[in-house]
């Protein structure tokens, strides 16, 4: 599949989520690990929006696009992009080769609060 390398210019990084305690607990403060940063293709591909509580949400289904990487990505991991937080569904190989991967990303914010909560903070 051919892919202008010049459309991968969007800045994101790609985080692990921190990890629980031995007691199951998240430590105090936790921080993410930044696993990767790279330049992709960003694609929003659907929206929606809901009432849940008496607060408004809507969710954004994206898709970023990224040149392969043999660092191992995987849907415990989410992606920052502007300072918004995407929480990872589905990671593909773009094409069938090991040129490019796809990235199908969710994030749901909450219009009376912070968005981005459930997808890594």
């Not at 989520?17 to 403060?29: A, C, I, S, T, V």
């Not at 330049?39 to 696009?65: C, H, I, P, Y």
Request: net charge negative; with cysteine; hydrophobic share 30%.
């Amino acid at each position: 599949m051919y892919v202008n390398a010049g459309e991968l210019n969007k800045r994101i990084s790609i985080y692990q989520k921190p990890e629980l305690e031995e007691d199951g607990y998240l430590p105090e403060n936790p921080e993410p690990v930044l696993v990767h940063t790279c330049w992709a293709r960003f694609s929003q591909t659907s929206g929606t929006e809901m009432v849940k509580n008496n607060a408004d949400f809507g969710e954004t289904r994206v898709r970023f696009l990224i040149r392969y990487t043999r660092k191992k990505l995987d849907r415990k991991m989410f992606i920052r992009y502007r300072e918004e937080d995407y929480e990872i569904l589905y990671l593909n190989t773009y094409g069938d080769s090991e040129e490019y991967m796809e990235i199908w990303c969710r994030r749901i914010s909450n219009e009376g609060g912070k968005s981005g909560d459930q997808a890594g903070r």
